[in-house]
Every structure is written in C-alpha cells, then in structure tokens.
C-alpha cells in the first residue's frame, strides 16, 4: 500500500497536499515508502486494514508483525482516528503562526502518532475503565507514545540512515503526544516550554477526536463538537490555550466527528 493509497482512503488528493505545502516532496516520499511497507494489504479483507500487519523493509530482511486482535483496533489506529488528527491538526494550522516545514512535520506526525497501538493484542483495554486497569495496561499506555516513535524510527531507517523527510522532529512529535504542559501528561512529564509546537497540537486535537468519536467506540455517547471544547477549556490546565483557540476557530462543519471522516 502506497501513502498515496492511504491518503484515497482518507479522500484526500495527495499532489494537491505537496503543492499545498501540507508536506514537503521529502516527507511526502518518506510516507509513501513507509506505507508501501505496510502489507496490510496481504491480510485485509476487502477494503478494510485486516487483522495482521507486516511491516518489511526494502531489502525484505527485517520483518515485524503486528498482530491486532480485533481488527476493529487496528481498523481505528491506522485509518480512522489519525486520519480525523491529522484533518484537525491541518485546520488547526490556519488559526496558528507556523512554517511550511512544521506543517509537514506535524501532519506526518498526526498521521503516525498512534502506530504502535496497532500491536496491542487485548480488545479488553478498550472496554475497560481506567479504574480497573492492571500495571500492565497502564505500562502500555504509557509507553505507546515512545513506542510509536521507535517504530517509525525503526521502519523509516534505510541502509544508509534515516529516509529523507524523517526528521527527528517528527519522532519528537510523536513520542511527546500525552505530554501535558501542567507536567502532568506522560511519558516524561514534561511541561510547557519543553513540549513541542506539534506535540501540544496534537494533543487538543487528539483529545477532541477521543471526545467527538471515540467514544461511540467505547461505547460511550460521543460529545457535541461545542461539549469538547468546553471540556477542553474546562482542563485548559493540560493544555496549550493557544491551541485550543486555534481548534475553537476552525468552523464546526469542518469538526463535526466521525459523521464527517470515518
Ligand atoms: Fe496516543
């Protein structure tokens, strides 16, 4: 599977994106190996992601596989949620003074942020409340965003280093996704000034997604678009207030949900 494929997934036009400056050439090319490299393909059923993913290298050497247990985990990780990120992290950028160099960083960030998620085996961590959750699945949740980060570490390293367009910038992104600026988000408890932009992005725009879709998901009733910002402010404690103007800003037929971007 190509990025390019992905992106038809998503609807979106991916030249369009490149000469939108949405993605550098560089990091564009880096996708599209990336995702060539996921044969999901090989596994899925019918236009859906399936339930086993294999992740080989150019040379076919190294392979990694990820087995999702539900393909319902691996469905909303790779495809749905990122994609919904990703379209509020773009919008968010109208409403925020910022490069065409992080635009790009942080779409491919939004885009991958959840990776490693795919290879939790256990539906049940998705059923269960906080409260009951073993040291276990609390080690995974903490760990996921590290662990995203290695992996796109890992598959976007080519013989000679990095791939061009995997910037350390975007791993940064990625590992620092729960990162609160109140030092209360994890992996490393970090706090404002040491969070980056795309990072304390991500983060407001993933956690409207979580409030908006995934609760429908877990079951849950999802919120109104209006609910999770007043959530979002109501918690403006964790979060970057700035961003959290920029997601308020973008027009709410552009932020409606799952309803708009399953
Ligand atoms: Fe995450």
Known sequence: MLFADLLVLYNINSAELVDM????RPAFEMLNKFYKVIVGASSAREGTIGTKLEFIDDAGTHVKRIIAQSENVAYYYIVTH??????YTY??????NITA???SEITVAALLHDIEKTSWNNLLLYEKSYTDFTEEDKRRIYDHPTNSAALIRELTKDKKGKLPGASEEIFKIIEQHHENIDGT?????????QIALGAK???VADSYDAMTADRQYRKQPNMTPEEAIADLYANVSRYDPQMIKALEAVP???RVGIAHIA
């Open 21 to 24: 400056g949405v993605f550098t």
């Open 82 to 87: 990122p994609k919904r990120v990703a379209f």
């Open 91 to 96: 919008a968010m950028f109208n409403h925020l």
């Open 101 to 103: 160099k992080e635009r």
């Open 185 to 193: 988000g994890y992996p490393h408890k970090l706090r404002n000034g």
């Open 201 to 203: 992005i991500i983060r």
């Open 252 to 254: 709410v037929a552009d």
